[in-house]
C-alpha cells in the first residue's frame, strides 16, 4: 500500500509560478518511478513530468525549459517547479507513483488544482 498527497495546486496568472508537492507513505519500496501528469476538463491524463529513483528525468516537450521535477532527499517528497505559466497548464495535477519492474505496482494521489489566468 502506497498513499500520496498533494498540495500546493492554485490560481496564478500567465507568467507566474507554483510548486507542487507530492508526500508518499506506505510500501514506498514498491515505487521507484515517481511523476507529475495532468489532466484537463475533457482531455485524457498525460504526463508532465518523471523521475527515478537515480534521478533520471523525463519531460513532456510542453513543459521543458518551464518545469522542473526534483525529489527531497530527507523524506519519500517529489515537487514540480512550474515557471512561466501558460492558460494551457490548467488542469489537475496528479501525483504518481509506480514500478518500472512490477507494473501491479502503480498508485495515484487524489489530485490538485493549478489553474492559470490569462
Known amino acids: 500500500q502506497v498513499q500520496l498527497v498533494e498540495s500546493g495546486g492554485g490560481l496564478v496568472q500567465a507568467g507566474g509560478s507554483l510548486r507542487l508537492s507530492c508526500a508518499a507513505s506506505?510500501?514506498?519500496?514498491?515505487?521507484?518511478?515517481m511523476g507529475w501528469y495532468r489532466q484537463a476538463v475533457g482531455k485524457q491524463r498525460d504526463m508532465v513530468a518523471t523521475i527515478t529513483n537515480g534521478g533520471t528525468t523525463t519531460y513532456a516537450d510542453s513543459v521543458k525549459g518551464r518545469f522542473t521535477i526534483s525529489r527531497g532527499n530527507a523524506k519519500n517528497t517529489i515537487y514540480l517547479q512550474m515557471n512561466s505559466l501558460k492558460p494551457e497548464d490548467t488542469a489537475v495535477h496528479y501525483c504518481?507513483?509506480?514500478?518500472?519492474?512490477?507494473?501491479?505496482?502503480?498508485?495515484w494521489g487524489q489530485g490538485t488544482q493549478v489553474t492559470v489566468s490569462s
Open positions: 506506505g510500501s514506498i519500496s514498491r515505487v521507484n518511478i
Open positions: 504518481n507513483g509506480r514500478h518500472g519492474w512490477f507494473e501491479e505496482y502503480n498508485y
